[in-house]
T-cell receptor, first 116, second 109 residues
Framework: EAQVTQNPRYLITVTGKKLTVTCSQN?????MSWYRQDPGLGLRQIYY???????DKGDVPEGYKVSRKEKRNFPLILESPSPNQTSLYFC???????????????FGPGTRLTVL | KNEVEQSPQNLTAQEGEFITINCSYS?????LHWLQQHPGGGIVSLFM?????KKHGRLIATINIQEKHSSLHITASHPRDSAVYIC???????????WGAGTKLIIKP
């Protein structure tokens, strides 16, 4: 089954404790991205990746890191989480290429993160 | 002013009604997406279009590039259509998607 998986689905942590949210897709997609969703603000892009070893900042990259060492995986890293990073996080992928990234977007189920 | 504006923000209708959700944008785009977010949080892509009209079941999406406007229509609405509908545009100058704030639709039986 074609899918985007994220882990964990729920996470409660404390300020400053490094964490990683994993994202994996089995569709051989080149384009992957991370979003956060907050009430009243809609989806905001954190980082995106056009292909392996190619990543770029989205609208709200501060406090986050990503890496794209393999095509299928795109982990989101919070080196020192803070309470303002409490949010619902989505990973997405699409079959778009560098010149046309806007094919159908496939979303993971979301990770609800609470930072105390 | 947001680059992507959706209207209305909230919409409540009776089962069977014809539903229209609007999306206006102010940037040059290469494609526009309509997505559905279920009450449980999952997001599903409904349409991607760059011109004209697309239909899938009871859902119809149209786009007018000159007017920078798109509409999502639902015919014979049903309570299971209750969800947040999100419009997103692919900016033609870089590789980011710009997201609307969403329209929360409630269909009452």
């Amino acid at each position: 089954e074609a899918q985007v998986t994220q882990n964990p689905r729920y996470l409660i942590t404390v300020t400053g404790k490094k964490l990683t949210v994993t994202c994996s897709q089995n569709m051989n997609h080149e384009y992957m991205s991370w979003y956060r969703q907050d009430p009243g603000l809609g989806l905001r892009q954190i980082y995106y990746s056009m292909n392996v070893e190619v990543t770029d900042k989205g609208d709200v990259p501060e406090g986050y890191k990503v890496s794209r060492k393999e095509k299928r995986n795109f982990p989101l890293i919070l080196e020192s989480p803070s309470p303002n990073q409490t949010s619902l996080y989505f990973c997405a992928s699409s079959s778009g290429s560098y010149y046309n990234p806007y094919n159908e977007q496939f979303f993971g189920p979301g990770t609800r993160l609470t930072v105390l | 002013k947001n680059e992507v504006e959706q209207s209305p923000q909230n919409l409540t209708a009776q089962e069977g009604e014809f539903i229209t959700i609007n999306c206006s944008y102010s940037v040059g785009i290469s494609a526009l997406h309509w997505l559905q977010q279920h009450p449980g949080g999952g997001i599903v892509s409904l349409f991607m279009l760059s011109s004209g009209k697309k239909k899938h079941g009871r859902l119809i999406a149209t786009i007018n590039i000159q007017e920078k406007h798109s509409s999502l229509h639902i015919t014979a609405s049903h309570p299971r259509d209750s969800a947040v509908y999100i419009c997103a545009v692919g900016r033609d100058s870089n590789y980011q998607l710009i997201w609307g704030a969403g329209t929360k639709l409630i269909i009452k039986p």
